[in-house]
């Protein structure tokens, strides 16, 4: 069973920076693509980021030009650079990885616990 733990999330004023992290455990070989999801209060889970094993890269038109996905496969560890913050990037942000069941996002995909993010001042 593959465990996702996220972490780096905290509050920082508008137009500041965090790193978030995301560390996998378990069978990850069979771990090929993985992303980023976040939920605000009274909203459904939405895509943030998402990174395939081939390295590619797709974003949410809203974070396109402030937020980075990457990943260290020798370091079991998928990251999340956001940069330029703004209150409505407040949320719960969770790290999500295919399983052999299910596709990244999917329901039998596997999720961590989260890690929330507050922009305020």
């Known amino acids: 069973q593959v465990q996702l733990v996220e972490s780096g999330g905290g509050l920082v004023q508008p137009g500041g920076s965090l790193r978030l992290s995301c560390v996998v455990s378990?069978?990850?070989?069979?771990?090929?693509?993985m992303a980023w999801y976040r939920q605000a209060p009274g909203n459904q889970r939405d895509l943030v980021a998402s990174?395939?094993?081939?390295?590619?890269?797709r974003y949410a038109d809203s974070v396109k030009g402030r937020f980075i996905i990457s990943r260290d496969d020798a370091k079991n560890t998928m990251y999340l650079q956001m940069n330029s913050l703004k209150p409505e990037d407040t949320a719960v942000y969770y790290c999500n990885s295919n399983t052999p069941w299910g596709d990244v996002g999917s329901r039998y995909s596997s999720w961590g616990q989260g890690t929330q993010v507050t922009v305020s001042s």
């Open positions: 378990g069978p990850i070989a069979r771990i090929l693509d």
């Open positions: 990174i395939m094993s081939s390295g590619s890269t």
